[in-house]
């Protein structure tokens, strides 16, 4: 378009001014990608589960389980035993000082992050898979464990 313009006092100069579209902007775009040979959490399970050192529940297991509350499914696992939504290591009560007693339980992991919640908060049927590792030496090593182990319990 070309439009007139006084640019001096008394005289007009044609000026072309050019239209140009603005450009859309769009919002970012975030892309997470893992390099080649990283490990997502349902493969971390599946290698581990069939090489690994600690104790597996399945999807499977717990399809034929039933199980009303994912800490029911602890019931089939040796060295732990539940009392109402938590799981302890059989390891049992250990003295630390006279009249004190701690009770020994495993940290629980969720999807790789450390359970901020019950694990009964976790629908059984969401449940990918379950690690149960008794003491702290079997424990995949980039994860911090307690003395007494580590659960780590994978969704689907």
Known sequence: ????????????TNVAIGMVEAATVLDSVRI???GPGALTPHREFDERSAHGAGQYITREMIAKAHPVQTADLFQAVSGYYIVSD??????????????????????????GGLAA???????????????VYSSAANVPPHYPAA??????????
Do not use: Q
Request: glycine share 8%; aromatic share 8%.
């Open 1 to 12: 378009r070309r439009h007139a313009l006084d640019v001096r006092p008394g005289g007009m």
């Open 32 to 34: 997470l990608a893992k």
């Open 86 to 111: 938590t799981v302890y290591s059989s390891r049992g009560i250990t003295r630390l000082e006279p009249n004190t007693d701690h009770v020994c339980k495993p940290m629980v992991y969720i999807d």
């Open 117 to 131: 919640h019950s694990m009964n908060d976790i629908p059984p049927s969401t449940i990918y898979g379950i690690e």
């Open 147 to 156: 003395n007494c182990g580590a659960i780590f319990i994978w969704t689907r």
